[in-house]
């Protein structure tokens, strides 16, 4: 296999996340729980500094700080982060059923914020945090990692830059077991797979079609014959754009030969992706200078999440909005919130129908 400098030089595009120096002050993190790994692995990678760590439950915090950052400070109370002069980007990684208020609490603190996805629950109540931000001149993000996974980079750098040609096909076809959410909190969202999971894939085919206007979207949901999950494990979504399509398939109870899939087709080039897992991905790419296989370094877990914090990071050096902006996350939220709605009444949807989470029914259950 070629190295990626031995590539065609068109090929070899900017996938990595960029480099930040200075970081612009200290990062605090409200929230240890289990995903915070990630974080923190990636900001200690990346040299990213971690002033603060915060949890109700101070033992998670200090188990983090001891693994991690051995020097930042730890406390239970959230507040008490946020009143921290030297902390300038806060990075919440909390359930939904809080986020927002502790969003609001950073914003209103003057602090530059990180929120972990699903961003909200009503789209009015994101364009309230968004205008919050702009009140008080600082940045809110959302922690759409999914966008500097390795190969999801590289498949956004392809097509912003043209080498594919007009995207006519995104497929997404994934078949895992995400049955570890079983007695967790995650196991009381009805939606798991459509809101918590697939946030990501529809935020990737909204920066994918270069927010081309979907036009319809359609979704099933279904319980598999064996599964114990409260959830559906099984769903469908197929996205109409006005000459192009989307369709993302989940199926989240397969224990035996996981398989993960991407397939880009353009006017002038493809790409084709896939693995065992969403981290352990391959990559070939088919335009006119041939068939190319595409040597990445790193994995979404946890470069993904080192990528979203360099972006936001950036962001504020540049004096610009970060490209995961909480207006920019609207449009992936839409999506998503009538994909569900598609999924609770077996019809389509269409754009500007569905302002918020649409609650579970009978017919979902």
């Known amino acids: ?17 960029a480099k930040v120096e200075p970081f612009p002050g200290a990062i605090g993190l409200i929230a240890c729980g289990e995903i915070t790994k990630e974080h923190l692995t990636a900001y200690r990678s990346l040299g990213f500094p971690v002033a603060c760590l915060c949890d109700p439950n101070l033992e998670k915090a200090i188990s983090r700080q001891q693994e991690f950052f051995p020097a930042a400070a730890v406390t239970d109370d959230y507040q008490a982060l946020l009143a921290r002069p030297d902390i300038t980007i806060v ?25 972990q996805k699903p961003f909200v629950e009503e789209l009015a109540q994101g364009r309230a945090l968004a205008e919050l931000a702009r009140q008080n001149s600082v940045k809110l993000a959302v922690n759409q990692n999914a ?17 594919l040609g007009r995207l006519s096909a995104i497929r997404f076809n994934i078949h895992w077991d995400h049955t570890w959410t079983r007695g967790t909190k995650f196991e009381k969202i009805h939606h798991l797979l459509l809101y918590d999971f697939a ?6 085919m909204i920066c994918l079609m270069s927010e081309r206007p979907w036009q319809s979207v359609y979704a099933t949901v279904r319980k598999s014959q064996t599964q114990e999950m409260a959830p559906p494990m099984i769903a469908q979504v197929v996205v109409d754009f006005a000459d ?15 398989l993960n899939q991407t397939y880009l087709a353009g006017s002038e080039g493809s790409i084709f992706c896939t693995g065992p897992d969403y981290s352990v991905q391959d990559l070939v790419i ?18 993904g999440f080192g990528g979203s ?18 207006l920019n ?19 389509p949807v269409f754009p500007g129908q569905v302002k918020g989470l649409p609650k579970p029914t009978v017919r979902s259950r």
């Open 1 to 17: 296999m070629k190295t990626f400098e031995q590539l065609p030089i068109e090929l070899q595009l900017p996938y990595l996340p």
């Open 286 to 303: 088919e335009v006119e200078s041939g068939k190319h296989q595409v040597p990445l370094k790193g994995f979404w877990f946890p470069d």
């Open 147 to 163: 966008r500097w996974a390795p190969h999801f980079s590289y498949m956004r750098q392809a097509v912003s830059s043209g080498l």
């Open 91 to 115: 990075d919440i990684a909390t359930h939904t059923d809080v986020r927002s208020q502790i969003v609001q609490q950073s914003l209103l603190a003057g602090k530059h914020t990180l929120s």
């Open 329 to 347: 996350n609207l449009a992936s939220l839409e999506l998503c919130f009538a994909a569900i709605e598609s999924a609770e009444t077996g019809l």
């Open 199 to 204: 946030i990501h894939w529809f935020d990737l």
């Open 244 to 258: 192009a399509q989307a369709s993302l398939c989940l199926d989240a109870a397969t224990p035996r030969l996981p």
């Open 309 to 326: 914090m360099a972006e936001l990071a950036a962001s504020i050096l540049e004096n610009r909005q970060p490209t995961h902006n909480a």
